[in-house]
């Protein structure tokens, strides 16, 4: 049950001085609900071959700022069971991900908040970012209820308790630093103990933490936004690794920042993100990316994205779960461009056509993917992928429909492709390729020759809340081919491909291997056309010595069909998994009332290695209740019936290939 002002359920909060001092995850209350344990994937190398566009750089570097605190300000959640949730479907173009929000401090009444100065970074989006390569960010934020000073206290030694506690929290809660928005007015002594207790920060950190200085107050402390980095703002890098210039660019100084990187000795890819501000401007943006990004040119500098989110909250009926197809679309034609294809990206009106400008005008935007190669991690197997979005409106095991109702969880996201969605015509009428939106949550080809859509469906699922669905009218005259994923997986001769898919009669599905040394042509292995969920498996033992570069789909039908292919799961496996023992230590904590529900915490031992996620079911029926990767869950029911005085639960361990532990069992009594 989501009640988004429940006491009892755990929910994230801000932190103060005096919380920052004298933290500890034993005194902070929901602390262990709050932790990523997803270990952050390392990323393949850049192959030019299978880019959307093999010609643009692969140096600039992306920054999204944006929310992720579950559409509940007040109590941020980690999950819940609701489906109309914004739950980011491109983590393959960011490098960092950051929030900017701020949270009320834990016990601040709901009415009148006191805000912390740090919130952290939600824990499912971490773990969806790690998965994908992306470094999640906290957030600083000044100015808050308090005084300043009160953050700035200093040992003998020359440390800071809250630079100290700030590393600390990182490192418990499993994110990768800071974003520094320090927005307000500050004495030129504070300004120098900031910089000082921000040195302090970073020399105690752990190699990979990453501090990012927003555009706000020079070294004296005065408050001044230069849109650019320069010899006066630039001492902040002496403390921080990135630069986060905001929003009112021009030429000249984004000439500057770059100028200015160079001097210093830095990298301005990995120096320098200059902002472009999309919450209130949307997709037309007074300030125009390709300042950053001159057609024909060199990159300058990195990208910010500010307020990314705006797809879903501009959208109309926004919050309707009936009603998402349009968010999805807006999402695809941000990150993609506006035919929803990442190589067909760029605007379609000129910049500076009008005034005033039109937020909601996808045309006017170029898309992300313009200017920012897609991003890997396949790089070893195994790899699988079930397509599921993080989100549904009910869950599926093995093809079963384990559970109705809508429900959330970006902590479970499986990598989504590389490409949304990057489609090809094959045969008579090809030449039409690309998308525009076509179907209601897919993208399809423009022309007659492939009039296909692919996109997430949520009505059927093989595992999770989502399938990829390729729908349309097909006929014998013409193919569609679509990437799906970019990959550097090297063949040593035991691995094998499978593939689960809901098919047509009559519709041919394969799926194709891009190989490092022969790019221009996939190699199609058959996938089956049968109705109702099948598995087709193929060795890879011919392909021994070869790196696969690429993963896609293609679709074709002898005669005129209805075509409406579901890919339920897409694996690449090498060598058979150890089985799974079971959850050791599983345990009902404790039982809560709260109004019409009750909530159930629940913890176990999380195992070193070998498990993807762990799935929580009724133990009579093996209805589905919940999945996570951690150690703890709080599972909130519907109050029971009188009669109802126990609820048994199973706890399974899945490891990544799918196969699934002996269950561990216990059992949860009704609350007096």
């Not at 984004?254 to 501000?277: C, I, M, N, Q, W």
């Not at 902590?411 to 045969?427: C, H, K, M, N, Y």
């Not at 098919?503 to 490092?516: A, C």
Request: with cysteine.
């Amino acid at each position: 049950m989501d009640d988004d002002h429940s006491s009892v359920r755990p929910y994230m909060h801000g932190y103060d001085a005096a919380a920052l001092k004298s933290w500890s995850p034993g005194t902070d209350r929901w602390a262990r609900h709050f932790r990523s344990r997803v270990p952050l994937a390392p990323r393949i190398a850049p192959f030019p071959a299978t880019q959307a566009h093999p010609d643009l750089a692969t140096g600039p570097r992306l920054m999204n700022l944006t929310y992720d605190y579950d559409d509940a300000f007040f109590t941020a959640r980690k999950y819940g069971d609701a489906f109309a949730r914004r739950l980011l479907r491109f983590w393959q173009y960011s490098d960092f991900y950051g929030s900017w929000h701020g949270l009320p401090v834990d016990g601040s009444p709901v009415d009148d908040p006191a805000h912390g100065l740090v919130n952290l970074p939600n824990p499912a989006y971490t773990d969806a970012a790690h998965r994908n390569g992306v470094r999640s960010l906290g957030c600083w934020f000044w100015p808050r209820s308090g005084d300043f000073e009160d953050y700035l206290e200093q040992r003998a030694d020359g440390s800071f308790p809250v630079a100290d506690k700030l590393v600390e929290m990182a490192a418990y809660f499993g994110f990768d630093g800071y974003f520094v928005n320090h927005e307000a007015e500050t004495p030129t002594g504070q300004a120098a103990r900031l910089h000082d207790l921000l040195r302090s920060l970073r020399e105690r950190a752990p190699e990979g933490f990453h501090l990012q200085w927003y555009d706000t107050i020079t070294p004296h402390g005065h408050l001044d936004y230069l849109n650019h980095l320069n010899t006066v703002n630039a001492p902040w890098l002496d403390v921080s690794d990135s630069f986060f210039a905001n929003y009112w660019m021009t030429s000249e100084g984004v000439e500057t920042s770059r100028a200015t990187a160079l001097k210093l000795g830095r990298d301005p890819y990995a120096t320098v993100f200059h902002g472009t501000e999309n919450e209130q401007f949307g997709f037309d943006p007074e300030y125009d990316p390709r300042l950053l990004f001159p057609p024909g040119e060199a990159a300058r500098t990195s990208w910010a994205l500010f307020g990314s989110h705006f797809v879903k909250e501009l959208a109309p009926r926004h919050d309707d779960p009936d009603a998402q197809d349009e968010v999805f679309r807006r999402e695809r034609r941000y990150w993609s461009g506006p035919r929803e294809d990442p190589t067909r990206s760029g605007r379609l009106l000129p910049h500076d056509r009008r005034t005033p400008r039109d937020r909601d005008d996808h045309r006017a935007w170029d898309g992300v993917a313009h200017h920012i190669t897609e991003r890997s991690v396949i790089g070893s197997f195994p790899f699988v992928t079930r397509f599921n979005t993080g989100h549904g409106r009910a869950f599926f095991l093995d093809g079963r429909r384990a559970a109705d109702g809508d429900w959330h969880n970006a902590s479970v996201q499986d990598i989504l492709p590389t490409w949304q969605f990057w489609t090809r015509a094959e045969g008579v009428g090809a030449e039409g390729t690309g998308a525009e939106g076509v179907g209601a949550e897919g993208a399809g080809p423009e022309g007659a020759g492939a009039p296909l859509s692919v996109g997430f469906d949520h009505e059927l699922a093989y595992d999770g809340g989502s399938s990829l669905l390729v729908s349309g009218p097909l006929g014998p005259d013409g193919a569609m081919t679509v990437p799906l994923y970019k990959t550097a997986l090297t063949v040593t001769g035991a691995e094998r491909l499978a593939v689960t898919a809901h098919g047509t009669d009559g519709v041919d599905l394969e799926v194709g291997l891009l190989f490092q040394d022969a790019p221009d042509a996939f190699v199609w292995l058959a996938a089956g056309s049968a109705a109702g969920w099948h598995t087709t498996t193929h060795g890879l033992g011919t392909f021994r010595g070869r790196t696969i570069a690429a993963v896609g789909l293609r679709v074709s039908s002898r005669r005129p069909t209805r075509c409406a292919i579901r890919i339920g799961e897409l694996a690449l496996l090498g060598p058979e998994f150890t089985p799974l023992a079971p959850p050791e230590d599983f345990t009902v904590d404790e039982v809560l009332a709260d109004g019409e529900s009750v909530h159930v915490f629940l913890s176990w031992r999380l195992a070193g290695h070998g498990v993807r996620h762990y799935d929580l079911l009724r133990d009579d029926d093996g209805s589905w209740l919940g999945r996570i990767y951690d150690d703890v869950y709080c599972l909130s029911l519907p109050a029971p019936a009188a009669s109802e005085t126990v609820t048994r639960l199973r706890l399974v361990a899945v490891a990544p290939d799918g196969s699934r532990s002996a269950p561990a069992t216990a059992e949860a009594h009704r609350p007096r």
